[in-house]
């Protein structure tokens, strides 16, 4: 599998005139397969003060790999 490029991604996104929420989902999702949780729940953020509105799909992107790293991070505590 290749590594996610998402500083590429980003980039792209950027470039994006008129943002969608595909597009808007394809990056949270982008920093969330990179382990970048923190990113993808601020740019999550960004996107809901552009009055766009969430979907599943946003949703399962940042909460379901945000409880991944907790649990992860939770299992490395002992």
């Given amino acids: 599998m290749q590594p996610i490029n998402y500083l590429l991604e980003h980039k ?3 470039r994006i005139l008129e943002k969608d929420i595909i597009s ?7 920093y969330a397969a990179a382990n970048k949780f923190d990113e993808a729940f601020e ?3 960004h996107m809901l003060t552009r009055e766009f509105e969430s ?10 790999d945000n409880a991944i790293c907790l649990i992860y991070e939770g299992n490395n505590i002992a």
């Fill in 55 to 64: 979907d599943e799909y946003t949703f399962s992107s940042v909460f379901h």
């Fill in 12 to 14: 792209v996104f950027q």
């Fill in 43 to 45: 740019l999550f953020r």
């Fill in 24 to 30: 808007w989902n394809t990056m949270v999702a982008s």
